[in-house]
């Protein structure tokens, strides 16, 4: 297993460790019940009793004959008999033990029941009544009480419930947590560069590092906006010279005449958005006119990656889907085409025309067209905007979708009517370094 490899399941473990999180509590309940409802409390009453002949009560008398004397009594005291008789007796549930203390005529005697009242009124009714429930077997000898009997205050033993159960957690985290690193590493999803060139069926063009989170806390949570921009001063070297490979990579990759793109990806939370986002500012930064377009209009993202408010423009009851006054200009050299609220009404044909003749109107007055869709797995907007640009670019997170599914969508994308560049892999682990904290260029800043 190679290093990376390590870190990849490691991650993907702390991704899914609500899922042992889940399993350990599950157990640990379930352990908790059980042993609770077989738990029965057990509290024990003792009493101390010295045996000797009825008839010599008062007199030292003969050690042996007390000792034979207790004997019998201990006898007696373990025999079915005199328990059943008890029973029958007091109408509750017992255990009755006695032990002889050696070369005594003292006998121990212990009695046991599921109630502290229990076990004493059945141990004083046996000392009051020995003769009664033993008959003549016991008719000669006489009980002298050295040690009263008391009420119970605790049960013999505790309910083990809640430290059973803990332990069932303990033992269910852990083997859910290895269940867990089996099935991450076996799993046939793309975790490497390499993943990329032998697993699925189209070309890598370009690879962005997993980059640590490094937005300030606000209020106890991490503050939202262009955190995870190129703008943003904080982002490392390696994440922004990413971005803007990625963007010379595509510039020389488009024909002059046919430069609109579409970004997807094949599930959501992959970075797509914030991915088309860097790819706009980069091609903005290089001197280059640029139309940002937020093609998912169900769940809108990029106005709140940009930190751009005050959009008043929305989907619905529109007849035309998009106009020109709903562009508003970002920074230099880049306008975007944004929505402030998400929809579940799906756009009409109409409307789809429109916003196709818009697209091949703004290729006119831009150098570059980009748009960001909805997943493509998820809704079929997207196989529809493919038709209405020139070229397609498919996002990968590393380790997160299965590489089936991904050539599923490749397939699909290779059928439409613009070209697919290639994919994109994000989120690729260092060779060398620590393994960064948390995101990871995911794009969870509302991305669809």
């Not at 460790?17 to 157990?27: F, H, K, N, R, Y």
């Not at 076990?119 to 008719?139: I, K, R």
Request: hydrophobic residues 40%; glycine residues 6%; aromatic residues 6%.
């Amino acid at each position: 297993m190679k290093k990376n490899d390590i870190k990849n399941v490691l991650i993907a473990l702390m991704d899914q460790l609500s899922i042992a999180i889940l399993i350990a509590v599950c157990i640990g309940l379930g352990a908790y019940v059980w042993v609770d409802a077989e738990y029965v409390p057990n509290y024990r009453s003792e009493s101390l009793i010295a045996v000797s002949n009825r008839e010599t009560i008062g007199n030292t008398g003969n050690l042996n004959e007390t000792v034979k004397l207790a004997e019998k009594v201990d006898t007696v005291l373990k025999s079915n008999v005199i328990k059943k008789q008890l029973r029958n007796e007091v109408k509750t549930g017992f255990n009755l033990n006695s032990d002889i203390l050696a070369g005594t005529n003292l006998v121990q005697i212990d009695m046991s029941a599921s109630s502290p009242e229990g076990a004493f009124t059945t141990l004083s009714y046996l000392l009051d009544n020995y003769q009664q429930l033993a008959g003549e077997t016991m008719s000669n000898i006489h009980f002298e009480v050295l040690e009263q009997p008391l009420v119970p205050t605790n049960p013999t033993e505790t309910n083990t419930a809640i430290k059973i159960a803990l332990i069932a957690a303990g033992v269910g985290f852990v083997a859910s947590c290895g269940v867990l690193v089996v099935y991450l590493y076996l799993r046939d999803t793309v975790k490497t560069e390499e993943d990329v060139d032998t697993k699925l069926m189209a070309p890598r063009i370009g690879m962005i590092y997993h980059e640590r989170d490094r937005g300030k806390l606000q209020w106890g949570r991490r503050s939202r906006g262009n955190r995870l921009l190129i703008t943003n001063p904080a982002r490392s070297t390696r994440f922004v010279e990413g971005i803007r490979m990625l963007a010379n990579t595509l510039t020389e990759g488009m024909e002059a005449n046919h430069k609109s793109l579409l970004v997807t990806s094949t599930f959501e939370n992959e970075g797509k958005s914030t991915l088309t986002a860097n790819l706009a500012l980069a091609l903005a930064d290089g001197g280059y006119r640029v139309l940002l377009v937020d093609g998912d209009m169900r769940r809108p993202s990029l106005a709140t990656l940009l930190n751009i408010k005050e959009l008043n423009n929305q989907v619905q009851d529109r007849e035309q889907l998009v106009m020109k006054s709903d562009i508003r200009q970002i920074q230099d050299n880049l306008d975007g085409l944004l929505w402030n609220a998400k929809t579940s009404i799906k756009p009409t044909e109409a409307q789809m025309v429109q916003f196709a003749d818009f697209l091949r109107e703004m290729k006119q007055q831009y150098d570059y067209v980009i748009v960001d869709t909805a997943p493509s797995w998820l809704v079929s907007d997207t196989t529809l905007m493919c038709d209405m640009v020139d070229y397609t670019i498919l996002i990968v997170k590393r380790d997160y979708m299965l590489a089936k599914d991904i050539n599923d969508i490749i397939d699909g994308l290779e059928h439409s009517d613009s070209e697919l560049l290639g994919v994109v892999m994000n989120d690729i682990l260092p060779e060398s370094g620590d393994i960064p904290k948390v995101y990871g260029y995911q794009g969870n800043l509302g991305e669809a």
